[in-house]
């Protein structure tokens, strides 16, 4: 049975913590993130504030950043010709607005051992406050059954999906649960149960805005993906230079402008893996690359 | 051999010959053939058989077997067991009355379910231990029955000389009790109580002839499943009921109960729901669902996290109601479409994933799009796929409360519904209710 993957409701903060990737094997099966709390995440739902949006490709074809908002961080959203119907609806979203987003994991590697998530939308709508609303109740829901069974596993003796069922949890979860043990080593279970009880103060009527300016963990992390952002522009820009035929930008050229634009090899390796994967360029022979 | 031994083989042989010749006769005679001729015995008794006038096929091939090791298409075989139980009923073969004898046998591998088609051959009785020969299986739920036919030769043995488990017998004769959100393909012998809120009577044909067949809506506390009775058990609507030994098939994941004869059909005249509160849509998780396969009237809420292509605004054929791409039909060619409004939506509950139908008038309803709106909006932007467009902006990220008939195929659980609306909440007083809990979790 081909089963669409399911649409987990997960906080920011809980998602953007994650820094596990299970890379599907085989040409079909799909990639999950695992979260510390052991959402298994190919596919998620996300409702927020969208705060920011800018395109960093053209006019012709955008490629769309945004930042989407909930009451525990900022989900970092992009979208590009591949997803035709996020482009078109990011073109006419006016920030800031309420919006709901059904999409994709994705992550990127900057570097070994360093992880960060962002989300490739499907669907983005505008919603209003109370679906807003519900969303965060409803997230807070999940995130508090996952935080449980996680610590239910992590009690036990030799945790294992049939147990995690028996107990009442769903399979995808017990699934994502124990691979999450697997990858994680200590989960701050506090931090996310604060994380929780603030969300649900947020919905309440007694709840006041505080103007908070410490930056999170979550936002520092901002930059980051930004700056890399920037980087894969420029490498395209690089292999359109290059590309002087048509036929590709040959491989040693390209690590040697790079090299003059401050970009390393390595790094220009993930940048290139990135494009690849975001389907921006492609090898037609070896040793170059061309623009899609 | 010992002429003890002989007694089954010629009581055989004087039953396939009709009683043509005394057994004194056939015992004389089969004694010359094995001693005087050293024949085989199974080669013997044909002899003896054809000899008289009867069929020498029908002589026993003497494979002995234990139950356990019965196929649900033994031919011949034969069999040392114990009867657990055995009691009489009268069926209706071919326009006469004739009384059979059905029960439980049992040895050391197991047990096993029988008839016995001829009653009045057979007299034996609840703890006896009995040599069969001839007895043939047939498949029934799954597992093999042993029928004795008018071939079969029953002799009554010591009772020493079977030793039964006791564990055995009572898995078998015990139903599991299930309610109907329990219930999956597959199972056997399930004992389910449950009020009768719809009753058909039909005649359906089938390899045996025409049956008559009751059939209906069977529901309790946790939902509804359709039922077949293939025997008339004196079922009224509104009756509650407590069926012991049916068992479930799934059709295209929605798991249905039949039962026959040999089910215990009694009325239960303990307090249950009334046929109103039964009537509504029992309420399931998407999880739930997708593990039994399916089912019929369910409950579901979720969020609608897309909508599929084919939703606004469609055209069909007049004739046959297919959706037609520019104005032609597979089956009618060129037509004059019929507009109409449908929704595919997938509702997802973080859990679980369904795609649910929606047809003109929930469409209607939901979204508060009419037919003409969406006609007349789809003429001004001239793009009819503006419709979708709408419907997704309308409906996406909402939760919704769905209900109707679930089935399963390749792509997953597919719900045709007969209901649909936005799901209402109130988030205060949940997530009070949660915040309390929580920081009572400290």
């Known amino acids: 049975m ?32 695992i979260t510390p709390l052991g959402a298994m995440i190919n596919r998620l739902f996300v409702v927020g504030v969208l705060t920011d949006i800018e395109n960093l490709g053209t006019e012709g074809e955008p490629f769309w950043r ?143 805005p505080e103007v908070q300016e410490t930056p999170s963990e979550m936002e520092i992390g901002v930059e980051e993906p930004d700056e890399n952002i ?28 790079a090299g003059k634009e401050g970009i390393r090899k390595d790094e220009l390796e993930e940048i290139t893996n990135s494009l690849l994967d975001k389907g921006l360029i492609y090898e037609p022979i070896l040793g170059k690359m061309k623009r899609i | 051999m010992p002429m003890e031994d002989l007694k089954p083989h010629i009581k055989e042989i004087s039953q396939l010959i009709g009683g043509k010749v005394s057994e004194d006769e056939i015992s004389k005679e089969l004694d010359t053939y094995l001693k005087v001729y050293r024949v085989p015995l199974e080669t013997a008794k044909k002899s003896i058989v054809r000899k008289y006038g009867g069929n020498p096929s029908l002589v026993s091939r003497g494979q002995k077997k234990e139950i356990s090791e019965l196929t649900t298409n033994e031919q011949s075989v034969d069999l040392l067991v114990k009867v657990v139980s055995v009691n009489k009923r009268e069926v209706e073969v071919d326009g006469t009355i004739k009384p059979v004898l059905y029960g439980v046998f049992a040895d050391e591998s197991g047990a096993v379910p029988f008839t016995a088609w001829e009653a009045d051959r057979f007299d034996f009785k609840k703890g006896d231990v009995i040599f069969i020969r001839n007895a043939y299986t047939r498949e029934w739920n799954g597992q093999p029955q ?31 009790q299930a309610k109907v959100s329990q219930l999956k393909d597959g199972m056997n012998n399930v004992a389910i109580t449950g009020r009768i809120l719809e009753l058909e009577m039909k005649v359906v044909s089938t390899p045996d002839g025409a049956k008559p067949v009751t059939s209906g809506i069977i529901a309790d506390e946790t939902g509804k499943v359709q039922f077949s009775a293939w025997h008339d058990f004196g079922l009224r609507e509104d009756m509650v009921i407590t069926i012991k030994g049916a068992y479930v098939k799934g059709w295209r994941g929605i798991p249905q109960i039949n039962f026959g004869q040999r089910a215990d059909v009694t009325e239960y005249k303990g307090s249950f729901p009334a046929a109103d509160v039964l009537a509504r849509p029992a309420k399931r998780t998407i999880e739930d669902l997708e593990k039994i396969g399916g089912g019929i009237d369910v409950l579901v809420s979720g969020v609608v996290v897309d909508i599929r292509e084919g939703s606004g605004l469609i055209l069909r054929c007049p004739k046959c109601k297919r959706v037609v791409q520019k104005n032609l039909c597979r089956l009618h060619g060129s037509v004059n479409p019929e507009p109409d409004l449908r929704i595919k939506a997938v509702v997802d509950d973080g859990e679980g994933v369904l795609t649910v139908i929606m047809n003109r008038t929930i469409t209607e309803s939901i979204t508060g799009i009419s037919l003409n709106n969406a006609m007349r909006r789809a003429k001004e932007m001239m793009n009819p796929l503006v419709i979708k467009e709408d419907i997704e902006n309308l409906l996406i990220a909402h939760p919704v409360e769905v209900s109707g008939n679930v089935t399963r195929d390749e792509f997953g659980l597919l719900m045709i519904a007969s209901d649909a609306r936005l799901a209402e909440f109130d988030i205060r007083s949940e997530a009070t209710e949660m915040l309390t809990k929580l920081e009572g979790m400290y």
């Open chain 1, 230 to 257: 920037d980087k894969e522009e420029r490498v395209l820009a690089i292999i359109d230079r290059l590309d002087k035929k048509g036929k590709g930008a040959p491989w040693d050229e390209i690590i040697e402008e």
């Open chain 2, 146 to 176: 042993v029928n004795l036919g008018n071939r079969a030769v029953v002799e009554k043995k010591d009772s020493a000389t079977v030793e039964i488990s006791e564990v055995e017998v009572p898995s078998f004769a015990e139903s599991v």
């Open chain 1, 66 to 208: 945004a930042r989407v908002t909930d009451p525990t961080g900022t989900f970092f959203i992009s979208a590009g010709q591949y997803q035709p119907d996020a482009s078109l609806a990011l073109a006419k979203i006016k920030p800031p607005s309420f919006v709901a987003v059904v999409g994709k994991s994705r992550t990127y590697s900057p570097e070994e051992g360093t992880v960060y998530v962002s989300v490739r939308p499907e669907k983005i709508v505008e919603v209003d406050e109370k679906i807003r609303d519900y969303w965060i109740l409803e997230t807070c829901k999940s995130t508090l059954r996952r935080l449980t069974a996680a610590e239910e596993a992590r009690r036990m003796e030799t945790p294992t999906v049939e147990a995690l069922i028996k107990l009442g949890y769903s399979k995808a979860l017990a699934q994502g649960v124990l691979k999450s043990i697997e990858h994680y080593d200590s989960v701050e279970f506090e931090r996310y149960r604060d994380m929780i009880a603030d969300a649900l103060r947020y919905l309440l009527p007694e709840y006041e």
């Open chain 1, 2 to 33: 081909i089963s669409r993957e399911i649409a987990w409701r997960v906080f920011s903060g809980e998602y953007n913590t994650s820094n596990c990737e299970l890379k599907g094997e085989g040409e079909r099966s799909p990639s999950y993130v």
